[in-house]
């Protein structure tokens, strides 16, 4: 089964703050996105990295792929309280094939004015 | 129209009945997904088609769950004889990217009294 874990699984901080949060797999993936979901909403593509230690930025926000293509990370500078929502990882192309998209467990932040 | 739509947003059923959720995707996305989420986790693969071809099935918790695309845009998702486990948010997603880059819609909450 693969498994996607996210930490920390919650997340409350002061606006102003760094935070990183973390996507780990036992699993190799060909791609990994990051998504946001808000309150009664879908979630909302970010960033997709694709090669091993790909580093991406995204304003405030800074993604990196792990070496072997198993983990990443997002790191936000700086937090504001529009940054606020779940925050999920999810795999593509693992071993059920490239079609299946497998989702993290989410990291819920929440950022205090 | 601009992004993915359901329908409808909340549907309240009784234990039992069938209920029918309907997703309408981009138009021109080749691809259609079917998650379920439960509240407070990541959302999970029930289906996915290609056109109108349902590719995977794999993640339908159970034969009560039927998902069908018929022309290769809009597409349902039935749940026969709903049970309280059912309850959560059903979201669809469409995409035509080569990493399976996704688009969702807002969700459709179901809540089996």
């Known amino acids: 089964t693969q498994l996607l874990e996210q930490s920390p699984q919650f997340l409350s901080i002061q606006e102003g703050e760094n935070l990183t949060v973390y996507c780990n797999s036992s699993s190799v993936f060909s791609s990994l996105q990051w998504y946001r979901q808000e309150p009664g909403e879908g979630p909302v593509l970010l960033v997709t990295?694709?090669?091993?230690?790909e580093v991406k930025k995204l304003k405030r926000l800074t993604f990196q792929f792990g070496d072997a293509r198993k983990d990443s990370s997002l790191h936000i500078t700086a937090a504001q309280p529009g940054d606020t929502g779940l925050y999920l990882c999810a795999g593509a192309g693992g071993q059920t094939g490239a079609n299946n998209l497998f989702f993290g467990t989410g990291t819920r932040l929440t950022v205090i004015p | 129209g601009a992004g993915v739509s359901q329908s409808p947003r909340y549907k309240v059923a009784k234990r039992g009945q069938d209920v029918a959720l309907r997703c309408d995707p981009i138009?021109?996305?080749?691809?259609l997904f079917w998650y379920q989420q439960a509240l407070g986790q990541g959302p999970e693969f029930l289906t996915y088609f290609q056109n109108e071809a349902q590719l995977d099935k794999s993640g339908l918790p159970s034969d009560r769950f039927f998902a069908e695309r018929p022309e290769g845009s809009v597409s349902t998702l039935k749940i026969q004889r709903t049970q309280q486990e059912d309850s959560a948010v059903y979201l669809c997603?469409?995409?035509?990217?080569?990493?399976?880059?996704?688009?969702f819609g807002p969700g459709t909450r179901l809540t089996v009294l």
């Open positions: 990295v694709v090669t091993g230690g």
């Open positions: 138009s021109g996305h080749v691809s």
């Open positions: 997603a469409s995409s035509v990217g080569t990493y399976n880059e996704q688009f």
